[in-house]
């Protein structure tokens, strides 16, 4: 049985055809972790870039608000806002606030009509 087996199987051709599939299956092992390494490197180097786009975006924009926070207009408002400052010719207007039962009552009214009418009557109105 032994003698069959060296026979039969352990010849040049087996043991070097043997070799050759074992490296073959070696180097495709190494192929797949390479670019597995690959893929996942590119997808953190994509992330990294994705981030830096978004934080040279964020950079610029407070540029811009900078620029504007110097701008006359913006201290102009800022003046009139904070510090009740006015140009020449005008006339400050101070209103209070709209008191709780008048603010309530709006909204109520508001609501009554949407639940008195049904969808249907919305449209025709809508489109007529």
Do not use: C, H
């Amino acid at each position: 049985m032994i003698y069959f087996f060296k026979r039969d199987f352990l010849t040049a051709q087996n043991i070097v055809l043997a070799v050759a599939i074992l490296l073959a299956f070696y180097f495709l092992a190494g192929a797949i972790s390479a670019t597995s390494k690959t893929w996942s490197l590119q997808t953190k180097l994509n992330a990294l870039l994705a981030q830096e786009d978004l934080t040279r975006i964020e950079v610029e924009k407070l540029k811009l608000e900078q620029q504007y926070y110097q701008t006359d207009e913006y201290q102009e408002l800022m003046a009139r806002k904070k510090l009740g400052k006015m140009a020449a010719g005008e006339t400050m207007v101070i209103l209070e606030p709209n008191s709780k039962a008048a603010s309530e009552k709006y909204l109520n009214d508001n609501d009554s009509q949407k639940q008195e009418r049904s969808n249907f009557a919305q449209w025709l109105d809508l489109i007529f």
